[in-house]
């Protein structure tokens, strides 16, 4: 064969392999060109799967979603503490514009976040501002029932407790805590509306707060019991500021006026006798306990999780410690509520 006949033989082969391959499909998610039709098709596959991805994940119908906020210094911190311990997934000063996204990822089955509690308060610059409108949004999303807790306590216990930890207010870095607690209490009463459950932690320990928490998310198809806290004082000393009901005792008869009475207490079986003689005495219990036993449940009802009753004498020594005592036995078949008595004066 002749020089000349090969190479034009050869360049007839590569002229039809160029042409074949040029006419060939290109290799899946490849393409020559950049932006071509293979590299277009893998991304609408790819958006495709994404998005059955968003829509077919696993969604449970209610996922627990507590949001905990309120007052500086309230005890948000113990809260969530409690809440971890009890199997939360806890996040602590999430910003609020990630608070849905957190929700979003909740509502999922398959992320494993059968429940999560956040922190979210005035520590963000923009939380005053953006969270109304934010909760507002994650009550409409579905699969999550969000629950707001609201924290707070009297001015005297959170500057107490400012002044134990020697920390700045975050809303008064250049100024007293008391202003900066005063500032924040009035901008917090918007939020404060919104709350499904307001609780005050003034005259609760630390160990009493987690007790509460631990209580309230125990069951998670019960409602948790309310703690009724039975305090007796002497009504020269002042009425206890937390109290939500008072009955004044000062009508019954007065053991400090009986020599051998005046150094006990109501807690001494030799007052509880005196007192007991009288008819005022056992009318009154009654009287007194059959309204408890009607009003205590319906503050459950309401859901209501703390509840002072207050019961006050003159001295807060022995009428008041007596009935305060007798209460907590009379009342301890209510159901949903859990007894606590304090004698704040003798």
């Known amino acids: 064969m002749s020089r000349g006949t090969g190479s034009a033989e050869r360049r007839a082969r590569a002229s039809a392999t160029g042409s074949a391959a ?6 899946p998610g490849r393409s020559s060109r950049k932006g071509g039709p293979a590299k277009r098709t893998a991304g609408a596959a790819l958006r495709r799967t994404r998005g059955a991805a968003r829509t077919s994940a696993p969604v449970r119908g209610t996922r627990r979603f507590v949001i905990l906020t309120g007052l500086s210094g309230a005890g948000k911190t113990q809260a969530i503490r409690a809440l971890e311990d009890l199997g939360y997934f806890c996040v602590d000063n999430l910003p609020t514009t990630l608070i849905p996204m957190m929700a979003e990822l909740a509502g999922r089955a398959d992320t494993g976040l059968e429940k999560v509690a956040i922190v979210a308060d005035v520590r963000e610059g923009g939380f005053l501002k953006q969270f109304p409108r934010m909760f507002r949004r994650l009550q409409a999303m579905p699969g999550i029932e969000p629950r707001l807790i609201f924290l707070e306590a009297s001015h ?3 500057v107490r407790r400012f002044s134990e930890t020697r920390r700045p207010h975050p809303l008064a870095p250049d100024r007293s805590v008391a202003e900066g607690l ?5 901008k917090m009463n918007a939020i404060r ?3 499904d459950l307001i609780l005050d932690t003034s005259n609760l320990t630390v160990h009493e707060l987690r ?4 209580r309230m998310s125990r069951d998670e198809g019960g409602r948790a019991e309310m703690v009724v806290n039975l305090v007796s004082f002497g009504y020269k000393h002042g009425v206890p500021v937390d ?12 053991p400090h006026f009986v020599d051998r009475l005046r150094p006990l207490t109501g807690r001494d079986a030799a007052v509880v006798r005196y007192m007991r003689r009288h008819a005022a005495t056992h009318d009154f219990i009654e009287r007194l306990t059959s309204f408890l036993k009607f009003a205590l449940p319906q503050y459950v009802q309401e859901g209501k999780s703390y509840l002072t009753v207050a019961i006050g004498c003159t001295g807060g020594r022995h009428r008041s410690v007596m009935l ?9 078949g209510v159901k949903g509520v859990k007894l606590r008595v ?3 004066d003798s």
């Open 22 to 27: 040029r006419r060939s499909p290109a290799a």
């Open 156 to 158: 005297a216990a959170l």
């Open 182 to 186: 005063q500032e924040e209490r009035e």
């Open 193 to 195: 509306a919104m709350a």
């Open 211 to 214: 007790d509460v928490f631990m």
């Open 243 to 254: 109290a939500d009901l008072v009955f004044d005792v000062r009508c019954l008869p007065n």
């Open 324 to 332: 305060a005592e007798t209460l907590k036995k009379s009342l301890g």
């Open 342 to 344: 304090k004698h704040r």
